[in-house]
């Protein structure tokens, strides 16, 4: 059997093949090239994307930049008129503006700037800022920045003084002085200094101490500061004392600009956003309510301890005037009905105990100005206020607190519950207080101190949620007088949601920051 070799079939099998390879080859240099083409166009496109993102970013630091020189040195009515002033970037539209390279001047790329100003009797603005480059301006990378001034409230010890706090304290809060601090507890935020040194009262010796120091452990290290500026690692780390770190020095927070602020806070007052009251008697005494309004009366006169001895005004009916004579009692001085006169004993209508004079409703983010002292009392319910007392005139006004067996609450901690306290001398606890006080509030004193009353007697316990900023050293136990145990606590809704009109810092600084 013969068996015959076909040459064309082996030409064939041949050609199949190199078609088979050549296709391979083919589908494997078009995958390499596309992906090859694919990582070129990935990489610019991420790059353009960083470029549009820094683009952005400058558009952030622009707009800081602005604010810094535009709001330097305004108070809190320039502050105001600012945020309304249709000359200010974003006010009435987006702000947009080219990024340029500062060396060659060639176009990089465009940001627009998109503004939420500051609400009423806010510090706080929001600015929303896209970039793009110029290459590909289909991609496009956005940023959200707010700024703020930081409000006095965000500190729960502020003062113009030197502060000491024993071994005993734990401090949950910022704290800052003008002057030097001692602290030798517990500090879970920061705790700064205006100084970079000074000489301790509490010690003898003419070393200088670190302008925030501690004399637990380590002191030797602590009270022997060399001249500023120092070399790196001067400083101890005392975590064990300062678990936010400690600051100093840093800039001066001052008391003195806050003049500006009873000018705003006695003019929104007067054009209705809240109360004004002048200066008749020695003071008004307020007691705010939880309904949402507050009492008012005048106070004729008071003891030397500041203790209220009578007050006058109007009651409501036929009764017409009154004049206080024993704390609480009043003489009605015509004659009405028992129903128009409350708490009349007998049945004549010759002494009643005495009320409240006049009613107002808490203007919600308002202010009660007072030209005179304050004594202060109540419960607040769903209502932002500050009350202040000042005599700008040239005098000065104080604020009483404890002027009853009552605590001062407010009805939760948030935003929708702040009290401000703003005296232009004192903030002083009366004797007339409970034994065991609670105090929710945010206090400032501009020229005297947040404290005791002096010869008061025995306490047992305060406790203080709020924030207290003191031009003197606070102090809320001296000797026998005052509280025996003493708990401070940081309300932390103040961060974000001060008082109305309360005191802020002078520069705008970037708090929250993300990418959208």
């Known amino acids: 059997m013969l068996i015959y070799k076909n040459k064309n079939s082996k030409r064939g099998s041949a050609v199949a093949y190199a078609l088979v390879m050549t296709a391979v080859v083919s589908i494997l240099l078009v995958s390499m090239i596309s992906y090859i083409v694919m990582q070129l166009k990935f990489s610019f496109n991420r790059v353009e994307r960083e470029k549009a993102f820094q683009v952005a970013e400058a558009g952030v630091y622009y707009y800081r930049w602005y604010l810094a020189h535009a ?6 009515q320039q502050l105001k008129t600012f945020w309304q002033d249709s000359s200010t970037l974003g006010v009435t539209g987006d702000y947009t503006a ?7 001047g060639d176009k990089l790329g465009s940001y627009s700037v998109h503004l939420d100003p500051p609400g009423a009797n806010s510090t706080i603005a929001t600015i929303t800022v896209t970039g793009e480059s110029v290459k590909t301006p289909d991609v496009q990378r956005a940023v959200r920045v707010r700024f ?31 002057n030097g601090i001692r602290f030798d507890g517990l500090a879970h935020n920061t705790v700064s200094s205006l100084l970079p040194s000074f000489d301790d009262p509490t010690h003898g010796g003419s070393d200088l101490s670190l302008g925030v120091h501690t004399h637990e452990s380590a002191a030797a290290v602590e009270d022997d500061a060399p001249s500023y500026p120092w070399p790196d690692g001067t400083v101890p780390n005392r975590p064990d004392i300062f678990e936010g770190g400690r600051q100093f020095p840093v800039p001066e927070v001052s008391f003195a600009g806050i003049s500006a602020d009873f000018i705003n806070m006695k003019a929104e007052a007067e054009a209705g956003s809240g109360k004004y009251f002048n200066s008749d008697g020695v003071g008004r005494r307020i007691n705010i309510k939880t309904d949402g309004t507050y009492d008012i009366c005048t106070v004729n006169s008071a003891n030397p301890n500041h203790s209220i001895s009578n007050y006058k005004g109007i009651i409501t009916g036929a009764s017409g005037s009154y004049s206080g004579t024993n704390g609480d009692a009043c003489t009605v001085s015509s004659c009405c009905a028992l129903a128009d006169c409350p708490h009349i004993q007998g049945s004549k209508p010759a002494r009643g105990k005495c009320v409240s004079l006049n009613n107002y409703n808490i203007v919600d983010n308002g202010v009660i100005f007072v030209e005179d002292n304050v004594w202060f009392e109540g419960s607040l319910n769903n209502r932002r206020v500050t009350v202040a007392a000042a005599d700008l005139s040239g005098g000065n006004a104080d604020i009483y607190i404890g ?14 519950n702040m009290l401000g306290l703003v005296a232009q001398k004192d903030i002083l606890v009366l004797n007339d207080c409970p034994s065991d006080f609670t105090v929710d509030a945010a206090l400032l004193a501009q020229t005297g101190k ?8 025995g306490k047992y316990a305060l406790t203080f949620n709020g924030a207290i900023a003191s031009f003197l050293q606070p102090y809320f136990k001296s000797g026998v007088s005052g509280f025996e145990g003493r708990v401070y606590n940081f309300n932390n809704q103040l961060l974000y949601c001060p008082p109305p009109y309360f005191p802020t810092g002078t520069e705008y600084s970037i708090d929250q920051w993300e990418e959208l």
Not at 98 to 104: Q, R
Not at 451 to 456: A, L, N, P
Request: charged share 25%.
């Open 98 to 104: 080219d990024f340029n390279d500062s060396e060659t």
């Open 71 to 76: 709001t330097d040195g305004m108070d809190a």
């Open 450 to 457: 947040v404290g005791i009353v002096t010869g008061m007697g």
């Open 403 to 416: 002027i009853s067996d009552y605590d001062i609450r407010l009805a939760d901690y948030n935003c929708d």
């Open 148 to 178: 703020r001034r930081p409000s006095w409230s965000e500190y729960i010890f502020l003062s113009n003084s030197f502060m000491n706090f024993g071994d005993q304290a734990e401090v949950f809060g910022k704290v800052h002085s003008n």
